[in-house]
């Protein structure tokens, strides 16, 4: 048995079992759940191998610590779509204004009366690039915005959405640059992450590089083809498995987007502002940031119980949650439901309730908040199992934060 560090408040224990269970039963090799609940953290556990090495040759152990942050892959979307937001509550960005207005070499190939909502909610047409790009154009960023501004649609823009892999984070990082001045992880750094206290980056500073873990593949355990601890399906439909494997869908090429793969573990790629990939943090800061957005962070040195404001107002929550799509997702071949920058809560991408909205990571890491609950939520993990939306390690968590509430 791997043992658990940390702490879960009264109440909470199910948290914990279930935390254990995902590494007796389904393969777990080093992760980090955190949750915070209207102005308390009730739980904050770590457990298992920071840097995991499978399949090549061993290396020693290294423990998974209090302070272990982990590249968080899509989760990242929902810090990018905080920046882009809060903007828009400070009056520095209009949601329905012409992508052109802020970045006029946009307006080509039938782009031109694209408003900045339908990049935030995956209604833009653009998940795919025409020619893939290569790993130092992501890293140099100007290539890559370029390349996404000279993209045709897929589909009519406004017509449909599709899930945007990649193009999500150069098409909204690219507005906030140009409405802000500054870049996303800039501003995520100095208006969100810093105020708050967290350990939670979009290109990650030199000092912080020997905290971070090692992502590694894993293979689906055998439970996650069947009924997961929530109750619900795993098994993926036929017509998304062929959507996958077949290079020329627009499935394959939207996830294919850089070629080749890029490579996360990379010091390189860490560094670089990659905005709907890259992020790193720990699940405290995770948690922490979806508690902040809604009003149900802890203070600091504070009374307990005393939260500190929302960072969102009522009405850029209301813009946050949507629904701005909901339907066949023309992608990732299954109903999705977003708001503005988020997942809200579907069989697709289920959390603790429908009020819920946050954002999954491609193998595994989940962050979300809901207001109706008042929880700030965050989960990572090092080792990425098959799956974009959720897997059997989150839902089972989820199902035993459920129950934790449901007792009280």
Not at 3 to 21: K, M, S
Not at 369 to 398: H, K, N, W
Request: charged share 20%.
């Amino acid at each position: 048995m791997v043992e658990i560090w940390g702490e879960t408040a009264p109440g909470y224990e199910p948290v914990r079992a279930a935390f254990e269970r995902n590494f007796r039963d389904y393969g777990e090799l080093g992760a980090a759940v955190a949750l915070y609940v209207r102005g308390h953290k009730v739980v904050d556990l770590w457990g298992g191998d920071a840097r995991p090495e499978v399949g090549g040759r061993p290396v020693p152990a290294v423990a998974w610590t209090a302070d272990t942050a982990q590249v968080l892959r899509s989760v990242t979307k929902g810090c990018t779509a905080a920046v882009a937001l809060l903007l828009a509550q400070r009056g520095l960005l209009d949601l329905d204004a012409p992508v052109a207005e802020y970045w006029p070499e946009f307006r080509t190939a039938g782009k031109e009366r694209i408003p900045v909502r339908w990049l935030l909610s995956h209604r833009a047409g653009l998940p795919a690039l025409d020619t893939p790009l290569r790993v130092e154009d992501v890293l140099a960023w100007e290539p890559a915005v370029a390349a996404v501004a000279a993209q045709a649609p897929a589909w009519e823009p406004g017509s449909a959405h599709g899930y945007h892999p990649y193009t999500f984070g150069w098409l909204v990082g690219e507005v906030v640059r140009r409405a802000s001045g500054r870049t996303v992880g800039r501003y995520f750094a100095e208006e969100i992450a810093r105020p708050l206290g967290l350990d939670l980056w979009i290109g990650l500073p030199a000092g912080a590089a020997p905290r971070v873990g090692r992502l590694v593949d894993l293979p689906a355990p055998p439970a996650a083809v069947g009924q997961g601890a929530s109750g619900l399906k795993l098994r993926p439909k036929r017509s998304v498995v062929a959507a996958y494997q077949d290079p020329a869908s627009l499935t394959a090429r939207a996830f294919g987007a850089v070629e080749p793969r890029l490579d996360l573990n990379d010091p390189a790629a860490q560094a670089a502002e990659i905005p709907g990939a890259n992020g790193i943090g720990t699940a405290r800061s995770v948690a922490r940031f979806y508690a902040a957005l809604i009003g149900v962070a802890d203070r600091h040195g504070g009374p307990p119980g005393q939260p500190l404001p929302a960072l969102f107002t009522p009405r850029t929550l209301a813009e946050a949650v949507g629904p701005a799509a909901d339907g066949p997702d023309r992608v990732l071949i299954v109903n999705s439901r977003f708001g503005h920058g988020y997942f809200r809560h579907s069989s697709t991408s289920p959390m603790s309730s429908p009020a819920a909205f946050g954002h999954p990571g491609r193998g595994g890491a989940l962050g979300f908040a809901d207001p109706e609950l008042g929880l700030g939520f965050g989960y990572v993990t090092c080792g990425m199992q098959p799956g974009v939306t959720g897997d059997i390690r989150s839902r089972g968590l989820i199902a035993a934060v459920r129950s934790c509430l449901d007792a009280v």
